[in-house]
């Protein structure tokens, strides 16, 4: 994958600076993987999703070539020179030209419980203004997240930048939908709109506590729903206290 | 009473949980004593396979350049031009980051007055990003003469993000619809239509501004 990641930005340099020639032949260096068919037949597809037809079936005991992957698809060539997409369920009832299982992997239900990384993207309330934020995690265990976030506020006054870090609980990572408590601290930036009041940038430490939901829609996607209480270390008088909403859509892997 | 019980069934409950312990180390302590080289009555046939996943080349990334034309609610149509980034999570479903700048013209006011400029020259510069979630609604192909099919896609976007405009940024909310051609397969067109709306007082009076831009990009696939 770096490898191709490498290869492909190689790649589009190259296109970029006029030698596009030069592309296709690096694109193609990764030697492809084989696997033997034990299904009573495998359906190539003309294109990488379930609508596209099946224009050739390929035999048990047939070899192909594993070419590219697509999502949850695999571009295959068979020996003939057919190719055509395959989704990854068919090629995990493959083997190796020595016998052994393959593996092609993918979301599961179990990655609900097992995935490591979350990454986020959210929209919500802070205080009046709009944010627009970018979330990670990182999962120590099924309960225990490290989080991590970064939030443009866009409001009618002012207009600023949060980032934050924190741990989160989650109480029933099993469960479908579940509760989660959250604490962290971080930095907010806030520029006041320059038309209204002359004012002057000021950045000040924060820290917050909050709770939220999120539940599963598939094996891959979470939805959050979080609501944080802030409090902003000023260097007036007094701290500013701030409440946020914010729903996210998050990718786990 | 209640404490005399609570001390008895401890004891009980430490007794049992000792047991074991003690039978164990008297197994350990028998088996220790047996000769170490005693042939295996049964050979065991299984070996241990080693299970590796599939070294197939992943490209759900997608990055490019677009250009198009934006209408600037008020100020004209420029052109505008940028960079996006998708990463494709299922067949259905992707996640788009973009970029884009256009420089605004001027309000016919500013054109009929003369010379009552309504903002600077930095201030005209119209630059956004936007963060959205897409789905391909309607894929498909498309025959290029007899020989060659493409597969393709017609897609929806929702997004949150921001513009920069006279002088202030702005929470914009994206909608789009585009075309996507994979010409090969890991080369990509697209032709795109986003409604870029944000709130803006700047003529006066608070109004949600809508701007559209029609886009073609070429992307790549890794």
């Known amino acids: 994958m770096k490898q191709s990641i490498k290869s492909t930005l190689l790649a589009c340099a190259l296109a970029l600076t006029g030698a596009g020639a030069g592309a296709p032949a690096l694109a193609a260096k990764v030697p492809p993987a084989k696997v033997v068919v034990q299904d009573p037949f495998v359906d190539l597809r003309s294109g990488p999703g379930r609508g596209f037809p099946a224009t050739y079936s390929v035999e048990r005991e047939a070899t192909i070539e594993l070419l590219r992957r697509r999502t949850d698809w695999i571009k295959v060539r068979t020996d003939d020179g057919r190719e055509g997409w395959v989704n990854r369920s068919q090629l995990e009832r493959t083997l190796t030209p020595g016998g052994a299982p393959v593996t092609i992997p993918g979301p599961k239900p179990e990655s609900r419980t097992e995935h490591r990384w979350e990454v986020g993207l959210g929209t919500g309330d802070f205080g009046g203004a709009n944010v627009v934020a970018v979330q990670g995690a990182y999962a120590i265990t099924p309960n225990l997240l490290v989080r991590a976030d970064a939030q443009h506020l866009l409001g009618n006054f002012s207009n600023g930048w949060l980032a934050t870090a924190g741990i989160a609980h989650v109480f029933a990572p099993q469960w479908r939908v579940s509760p989660f408590l959250g604490i962290g601290g971080g930095v907010l930036t806030i520029s006041p709109k320059a038309t209204l009041v002359q004012a002057e940038d000021r950045t000040d430490s924060t820290a917050y506590a909050g709770l939220g939901v999120r539940g599963f829609l598939t094996n891959r996607f979470l939805l959050q729903a979080e609501y944080r209480s802030y409090v902003v270390f000023t260097s007036r008088d007094e701290n500013e206290e701030i409440d946020e909403w914010t729903v996210a859509f998050t990718y786990f892997f | ?222």
């Not at chain 2, 500013?110 to 201030?123: H, I, K, Q, R």
Request: hydrophobic content about 45%; charged content about 20%.
């Open chain 2, 1 to 222: 009473m209640d404490r005399g019980l609570h001390v008895l069934l401890l004891t009980a409950l430490g007794a049992t949980a000792a047991l074991p312990g003690i039978a164990h180390a008297q197994a350990a302590g028998e088996s220790s004593a047996l000769p170490t080289q005693q042939p295996q009555v049964v050979e065991p046939a299984v070996k241990r396979r080693d299970v590796e996943p599939a070294a197939i080349d992943t490209e759900n990334f997608e990055a490019g350049l677009f250009v198009g034309t934006i209408s600037i609610e008020d100020f004209g149509s420029s052109v505008v031009y940028g960079a996006r980034a998708a990463y494709h999570f299922t067949e259905d479903l992707f996640a788009e980051a973009t970029v884009g700048t256009a420089k605004a013209g001027k309000t016919s006011y500013e054109d009929l007055s003369g010379a009552a400029n309504l903002l600077t020259d930095s201030e005209r510069q119209y630059t956004y990003y936007d963060l959205a979630i897409g789905w391909n609604a309607l894929p498909g192909e498309v025959f290029f003469g007899g020989k060659r099919a493409m597969p393709s896609a017609v897609y929806f976007t929702l997004g949150a993000g921001s513009t920069d405009f006279a002088g202030d940024d702005h929470f914009t909310v994206t909608v789009g619809s585009g075309f996507r051609l994979l010409v090969t397969d890991w080369v990509a067109l697209h032709l795109d239509v986003r409604n870029h709306m944000f709130d803006s007082d700047l003529l006066g009076k608070d109004k949600l501004t809508q701007n559209l831009q029609v886009g073609l990009s070429l992307t790549a696939f890794f």
